[in-house]
């Protein structure tokens, strides 16, 4: 089987630094695969997410994401992607209902020029209703919590039907019994839709119970892709001391 | 009022509606996608462009026109291409202008600052033209049908422009048209309010407006208004004080937004909230 998203010896580097953000990733997910990625701060975990969404230019190696080279057709795969990006927080005072920024999620796949069809706002809709947040719809997304406004983001990625999901510690403001469920209807969706979901987390716990695989990372490297309680193993092994400070 | 049977004056009062609607329309989407220092970067070009018409005899408003086009052109791209925020190129792009705009008044010695080239660093309500009212209404007429058209873009650039992004708009495009329009704008507000006040346009309306609202799509309503009202009453003000037309507009604006973050529903809300 094709892989949906293919990395070959791809290194990141940020504006104006010296060491790469990532280096030297291969990695491949086939479709349907559910794949957590896990590792200290400043492992690289967000930046390979930005990176197989064609949001950070690459300056070494290939990336390709349904058959697409995401440095060419970055616009066209992101269409495809659902992304929820870490620590999304707004205003206040920001002048948009919830409902609004859950829809924005499908204006890309709308087109230029084109508004958003009575289909599109039951899709936004039916996301949120999937997230139990369906009675915040015209509330401002300001005056939400941390978590609604994190249920919020989660909806505006599922809102878009994509083929890959792609969420970076998207538990991280919820509470733990939101979180269970979450978790349990992110998987669901996956594997109903057959969508390739890759997860950046610090819930090493919430990994063991929902995933097939795990990647860990380390200054920029895949350092472990396996399965989750080998993952464990080896985190337990060299003892990580964000780890430690992340999970008791 | 006996100034309003004159058409000079009827011209102006039209000028400072349709200058107000325009300011508060294209600043409700510099504010909120961050351009803040578009508009006097903007006006600073405008005012080195009136500066060489001046010195070429060519009529300043146009160069003044080119200047802001041009430079609206080449922020965009040029901070792209170089990795730094729009603010950086922009305030580049002024202090860079203002050389520009030394220099051209050097070439028209006689004339210097007590002349048209002033009426563009002050602004002269007075002299507004048919053409210029012309071109205004244009301007307005095309600012509104490309929002309206591209409306769901702006709207999630506003939001979130690194979301957008990830949800495939082409952000950079609509940011670019937005700096156009706004150096536009601002170019053509140069007679009503001056190069040195006209920024006052573009932030103190919107900014007011969204001290009141929790929907975008009724802040591109309000700001306009506000934007109008306070031209309007600045217009006035001026006529009956005696005093720049520009500096009554930008003080009027000015306390307008005061009175609006004292009176905002949504400060009391949070004030109550930490309190």
Known sequence: MEPIIELRDVSTVYEGEKRPAIRDVNLAFEGGEFAYVIGPNAAGKTTLLETINGLLPIFKGHISVLNLDVQKYGREVRCQ????PQDFMVDPGEPYAALDVVLMGRYGKIGVIGMPSKEDKEKAIEAMRLLEIEDLANKP???????QQQKVMIARAIAKEPKILLLDEPFSNLDPESRGKISKLIAQISSEHNLTTIIVTHDLRQMAESCSRAIVMNSGRIIADCEPREALALIEKWNFSDFWRHNG | MIYLEYAIFQRALLGCVFIGLLGGLIGVFVVKMRLSTIGYS????????AALGVALSVDPLLTAIVFSAVTAVFIGPAADKARLPIDTITSIAFSLNMALAF????????IGLSSEVASVLWGSIVSITNRDLVY????????LALIYLFWKELFTIMFDRKMAEADGVNTKIFVYFMIFLAGITVALSLKLVGGLLVYALLFNPASSALQYLHDMRKIIFLSPIIGAASCIAGFFTSLIFDIPVGSCIALISTLIFAVSVILSPKRRRRWRNEG
Do not use: N, R
């Open chain 2, 42 to 49: 903007m006006s600073h070009s405008a005012f080195a462009g």
């Open chain 1, 81 to 84: 992607i659902g992304y929820v």
């Open chain 2, 136 to 143: 205004l209404i244009a301007l307005c007429s095309i600012t």
């Open chain 1, 141 to 147: 997304i300001g005056k939400l919590s941390g978590g």
């Open chain 2, 103 to 110: 220099i051209f008044l050097t070439f028209s010695p006689q």
